[in-house]
């Protein structure tokens, strides 16, 4: 990684207290970037940083346009420029350039997509599958722990809306059974304070009082969910542990651990939450992030009104 990108990244880490994830997301697209410009400027394969601090607006627009051009979505590029608009305001900042190259040019249009979301009935069916996998009688001693396990997180993901990351980094410390709460550090390095309902709360006291005993290892650093190793849950095996059990359960395996967030939204709201409450429930900055959500659940209305006016 150019040196002047990998400084631009540590700013991110240490002053704005992004993300890992989002840094290495940054980190890819702006090398991507700078061997676009070596090789836009000088035929070359292998970047410098003066390739990035020469580059002029035609270098910038001409990577965008090669990202629509190369097949990547309209949501691709805008998360590139948005890391190139960052990096470079940097750079003017800290004297590194003298004018940002990127700052005429505009965010390629994003079609309008509604996220994949649950009916509350495919819900039910997916965690009264998990719920009946943890009976004593349910495969052998390993299979029901982490059936266990598995039942407490997706009880705990529904019920809280956290995001993945923030499921797969919470301590045994951060959750409180008895007031019903969850509190995690979610993007920015902000923390939040979520509600738990009880049967949430039943799931993770179970998991507690047996299964994570069982599967805890040496390696235990108070991580909640643990693997049968007795190491932290990642992401990724999260990912397929809602894929095998939705296809257990037989809801449309198509979903992710994104979609019972963006179900916990939904259901609040056509339950008659406040957009205020939810936005804070979800952890998001700008509560046109949340907005998106009132648009879902117009669609919903639509659908009921077509239903059941008899003049519709």
Known sequence: MLPCIEEYLNYLAVERGLAEN?????????SQ??????????????????DLLTAGQATASGFI???????????????????????????????????????????PRKAERLPRVLSVAEVDRL???????VHPTAGDGDQRVQNMRDRAMLELMYASGLRVSELVSLKTSDVDLELGFVRCVGKGNRERIVPVGERASEAIRAYLAVGRREISGAMDDGC?????????????????II?????????????????LRHSFATHLLENGADLRSVQEMLGHADIRTTQVYTHLTGV?????????????
């Open 22 to 30: 989002t840094l290495e997301s940054y980190g890819r697209d702006l």
């Open 33 to 50: 970037y700078a061997v676009f410009a070596a090789k836009s400027r000088r035929g070359a394969d292998e970047p410098c940083d003066d």
């Open 65 to 107: 346009a090669s990202t629509i051009a190369g097949g990547g979505s309209a949501a691709s590029a805008s998360r590139k420029l948005t890391a190139m608009r960052g990096m470079y305001k940097f750079l003017v900042r800290e004297g590194f350039v003298p004018r940002d190259p990127t700052a005429n040019l505009v965010s």
């Open 127 to 133: 965690l009264a599958f998990a719920s009946s996998n």
């Open 224 to 240: 909640l969910f643990i693997t049968g190793r007795g190491t932290r849950m990642t992401r990724q095996a999260f990912w397929k």
């Open 243 to 259: 894929k095998r059990r939705a296809m257990e359960a037989g809801v449309p395996a198509s979903i992710t651990p994104h979609t």
């Open 300 to 312: 919903k209305l639509r659908e009921a009104y077509d239903r059941h006016h008899p003049r519709a």
